[in-house]
């Protein structure tokens, strides 16, 4: 009893510090919000928890039981137990003999954590983020746009045409598409395409790729566009879209609202990198 007393209060504000800094990393995600913080507030609270709990029973629950259920040992270990045990060993020794270097050279150990601050803000800044990494699926999904008062033949033949062009790409195995109502498209002026690619090996390039190299070649077709993204396993919002990211604008007052999602319009179009820019007027919800 008195070994696990004094054993606990060695490691206990060691234990409460580390479950502090554990808890305090989760505390963005409580204040996430969107449906990437309900994505994973559960998650984060579900840690956080499971973390406090964890460090309730390791200063009450296990030094209890060590005090209780811990017995002197009075037989040999077998080879495995040995084995693991040299084990251990060398790996302490090598722990030990590398502290005694760091501690010899103390400045250099000094400029190698600076340096390594310095590298890790560079990497954060250069290396591409996201909330989910563009996934290469081999299908390609397409809406199409034509003006208001365009005929079902006419935009039939525009459609074809469109899927002809995207044919024409050495990377595309296949394209469906229709016209008319259903799903995401509404009215007769819209169309959905699907565009299959081939497999990995036959192709060289990615699926956003092949929407980079055909997106000048449908530019020049006209009386119709068509706006490309590349089919992802996961996506987010319960809403199909032309284009892959959305920014809805909300009015009471319908001619302000137009007023202002036309200059919204304009401004995304002046970022470069931002392409298909298009503008739903039924919801003014403005993609990229």
């Known amino acids: 009893m008195q070994a696990a007393i004094k054993g606990s209060g060695e490691i206990g504000f060691t ?8 808890i305090a990393v989760f505390i963005p995600l409580f204040l996430m919000g969107g449906y990437v913080g309900l994505l994973f507030r559960e998650f984060a609270i579900t840690v956080s928890v499971s973390l406090v709990l964890s460090l309730v029973i390791s200063l009450t629950l296990t030094p209890m039981m060590c005090s209780r259920l811990l017995k002197p040992e009075t037989h040999q270990h077998g080879r495995l137990n040995q084995l693991f045990e040299r084990a251990f060993d060398g790996l302490l020794g090598l722990y030990g003999r590398g502290l005694n270097i760091v501690l010899r050279h103390q400045l250099i150990t000094l400029l190698v954590m600076l340096g390594t601050i310095v590298l890790t803000g560079y990497l ?10 563009q996934k290469d699926t081999g299908m390609i999904t397409g809406i199409t746009e034509a003006s208001e008062d365009i005929s079902f033949p006419a935009m ?16 595309v195995a296949s394209v469906g598409s229709y016209v008319g109502p259903g799903g995401p498209t509404a009215t ?18 990615s699926a956003d790729e092949v929407i980079n190299r055909l997106r000048p070649k449908l530019a020049r077709l006209q009386g119709i ?41 304009e401004k995304l179009r ?13 919801k003014r919800r403005s993609a990229a």
């Open 188 to 205: 007769l002026n819209n169309g959905r395409m699907f565009i299959a690619l081939k497999s990995q090996g036959e192709r060289n390039a």
């Open 270 to 282: 002046a970022i470069p990198g931002i392409a298909d820019i298009a503008s739903d007027p039924a």
């Open 124 to 133: 954060y800044v250069v290396i591409p983020k996201g909330f989910f990494p």
């Open 156 to 171: 039939a033949e525009r459609q074809q045409a469109a899927a002809n062009i995207v044919l024409q790409d050495p990377a």
């Open 225 to 265: 566009t068509l706006y490309m993204q590349a089919a992802q396993d996961i996506t987010i919002g319960g809403r199909v879209s032309r284009t892959q990211y959305q920014y809805t604008l909300t009015d009471p007052d319908p001619a302000e609202l137009n007023q202002w999602s036309a200059q919204f319009l």
């Open 15 to 22: 234990i409460v510090s580390i479950t502090l800094s554990l």
